[in-house]
């Protein structure tokens, strides 16, 4: 069956540096996979989407990778600050009807101290 | 525009008892998810809806749950009889016209625990 890892123990890096999370799936081959924030109490929010087709998307601070041949994306924080603490969370499609089915992974916890 | 709402926000229910949830998608969402996420652990997901049809629910309980999406636009997720296992968030989910390459906006989801 799918399965879809990422850490899951908390990530603790000092203020200022690159935090880098992992996401790593098994058993499928999606045509792109997202990225999302939850903090406690709250829903996910969106932050990023990179295709197959694509090796690297930036967007401000972040960066997310997507090797298709390790079945891996890597998604980085650059100058990290402690309002990035939160939960991490990679989604792929995995439909099998059309219609865009997201998974998610377990999440991985940031923590950034000042 | 106004975000995916939800509630309640909170719920307390013995095992063995009845509830229900209720979501009101982002205006013209064609697609809406319920998800399940269990404390310290990824959202699972338990439907889908494309408009008022269902598209996935293979992972839905469907002993004891049930969910529909009347109207095509806002949805009910009940579970009767609830279970202690069942204490979790329930997150609500839309997505516009359910293409794929889009994000899905979350609401901020009914804590429900179970005694």
């Given at each position: 069956s799918?399965?879809?890892?990422?850490n899951?123990?908390?990530?603790?890096?000092q203020?200022?540096?690159?935090?880098?999370?992992?996401?790593n799936?098994?058993n499928y081959?999606p045509a792109?996979l997202?990225?999302?924030?939850?903090?406690?109490?709250?829903?996910?929010?969106?932050l990023?989407l990179i295709r197959?087709?694509?090796?690297e998307k930036?967007?401000?601070?972040l960066?997310?990778t997507?090797d298709?041949?390790?079945?891996?994306s890597?998604?980085?924080?650059t100058?990290s600050?402690?309002?990035?603490?939160a939960?991490?969370?990679c989604a792929?499609?995995?439909?099998?009807?059309?219609f865009?089915?997201?998974?998610?992974?377990t999440?991985t916890?940031?923590l950034?101290?000042? | 525009e106004a975000?995916v709402?939800?509630s309640p926000?909170y719920?307390i229910?013995?095992?063995?008892q009845?509830?229900?949830?209720w979501?009101?998608p982002?205006?013209?969402?064609?697609?809406?998810?319920w998800?399940q996420q269990?404390l310290?652990?990824g959202?699972?997901?338990?439907i889908?809806?494309?408009n008022?049809?269902v598209v996935?629910?293979?992972?839905?309980?469907k002993?004891?749950?049930?969910?529909?999406r009347?109207?095509?636009?806002?949805s009910?997720?009940?579970i009767?009889?609830?279970k202690?296992?069942?204490?979790?968030?329930y997150?609500?989910?839309?997505s516009?016209?359910?293409?794929q390459?889009t994000?899905?906006?979350?609401?901020?989801g009914?804590r429900l625990?179970?005694?």
């Amino acid at each position: 069956s799918q399965k879809i890892e990422q850490n899951s123990e908390a990530l603790n890096i000092q203020e200022g540096k690159t935090a880098t999370l992992t996401c790593n799936y098994t058993n499928y081959s999606p045509a792109y996979l997202q990225w999302y924030r939850q903090d406690p109490g709250r829903g996910p929010v969106f932050l990023l989407l990179i295709r197959e087709n694509e090796k690297e998307k930036r967007k401000e601070r972040l960066k997310v990778t997507f090797d298709t041949t390790l079945k891996q994306s890597l998604f980085h924080i650059t100058a990290s600050q402690p309002a990035d603490s939160a939960t991490y969370l990679c989604a792929l499609d995995m439909s099998t009807t059309g219609f865009q089915k997201l998974v998610f992974g377990t999440g991985t916890r940031l923590l950034v101290s000042p | 525009e106004a975000g995916v709402a939800q509630s309640p926000r909170y719920k307390i229910i013995e095992k063995r008892q009845s509830v229900a949830f209720w979501c009101n998608p982002i205006s013209g969402h064609a697609t809406l998810y319920w998800y399940q996420q269990i404390l310290g652990q990824g959202p699972k997901l338990l439907i889908q809806f494309q408009n008022n049809g269902v598209v996935d629910d293979s992972q839905l309980p469907k002993d004891r749950f049930s969910a529909e999406r009347l109207k095509g636009v806002d949805s009910t997720l009940k579970i009767q009889p609830a279970k202690l296992e069942d204490s979790a968030v329930y997150l609500c989910a839309s997505s516009p016209k359910g293409q794929q390459n889009t994000e899905a906006f979350f609401g901020q989801g009914t804590r429900l625990t179970v005694v």
